[in-house]
């Protein structure tokens, strides 16, 4: 896995949003992994930027995120079909037809995981996966485990996760406690794995990906695997190596 090593928030952001960039400009019918979470807000801030500023086109580009609560409608604020549009799709030219997020309102986990890996087969590979990090070290919503999950499933998510999205909802009781996610064993399917990392608090857990072993009791350890995978990280996310 190769570590780039920004300054602080803003340089990850550009420096992720970079890479991005010119994955974009480089096939222009790009098939991007998105994630949500607090840190790639600042990353889809700059490239609504350069989009603004002409220098992105967005129109053939097609997109899957990784996961989506179960049980929230899409009009709610907390899902993340309304935090993909808020924070990018209704600020660039993506035609919302190409952009895919599992659908947290089908209530057997079969048929959603079974739907959720038939679109992803369609799109035909991901040329980009974006990730954040769990301060577990998942990566989507796959939760450390025993094993490596392969297709999309449905994730119980752990206390340390709850607690960590508790600060979105206004209690912790409203935290969803399932959610659908891609499985690693398509995470891994990607050409190129981008993950961004910032603060303090995610300096532990990249000090157990990068120095301990691959576990899926880590998930994330697992892009160590990876052909092409990259942390894009600032100085307090990466200040315990
Ligand atoms: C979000 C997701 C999660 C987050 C992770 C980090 O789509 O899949 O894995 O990326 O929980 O979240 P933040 O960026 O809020 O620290």
């Known amino acids: 896995m190769k570590i780039i090593a920004a300054k602080d928030y803003n340089d990850m952001s550009r420096k992720a949003a970079n890479i991005i960039s010119a994955q974009v400009i480089l096939k222009p019918d790009s098939v991007l992994g998105l994630a949500t979470g607090s840190t790639p807000i600042g990353a889809y801030k700059q490239?609504?930027?350069?989009y603004e500023k002409g220098d992105l086109d967005f129109s053939q580009v097609r997109t899957v995120n990784p996961d989506e609560y179960k049980g929230l409608t899409r009009d709610n604020d907390q899902s993340y079909y309304y935090f993909m549009r808020q924070n990018l799709f209704n600020h660039i030219n993506i035609d919302l037809a190409n952009t895919n997020i599992p659908d947290g309102m089908i209530e057997d986990p079969q048929e959603a995981c079974k739907a959720y890996?038939?679109?992803i087969k369609s799109l035909g590979g991901i040329d980009l996966q974006l990730l954040g990090l769990g301060n577990n070290g998942h990566i989507g919503f796959n939760e450390p485990d025993e094993i490596f999950t392969q297709g999309t499933n449905c994730a119980v998510l752990t206390e340390s996760t709850?607690?960590?999205?508790s600060r979105f909802f206004a209690t912790i009781d409203e935290v969803p406690k399932l959610a659908y996610t891609m499985g690693i064993g398509q995470i891994m399917s990607a050409e190129r794995v981008l993950v961004v990392a910032s603060g303090r608090a995610k300096a532990p857990i990249i000090k157990e990906i990068v120095e301990g072993p691959v576990t899926p009791r880590v998930p994330a350890s697992i892009l160590k695997f990876h052909k092409?995978?990259?942390?894009?990280?600032?100085e307090e996310a990466l200040s315990l190596l």
């Open 47 to 50: 490239l609504i930027e350069w």
């Open 117 to 119: 890996d038939e679109v």
């Open 162 to 165: 709850i607690q960590a999205n």
């Open 228 to 234: 092409n995978a990259i942390l894009v990280a600032d």
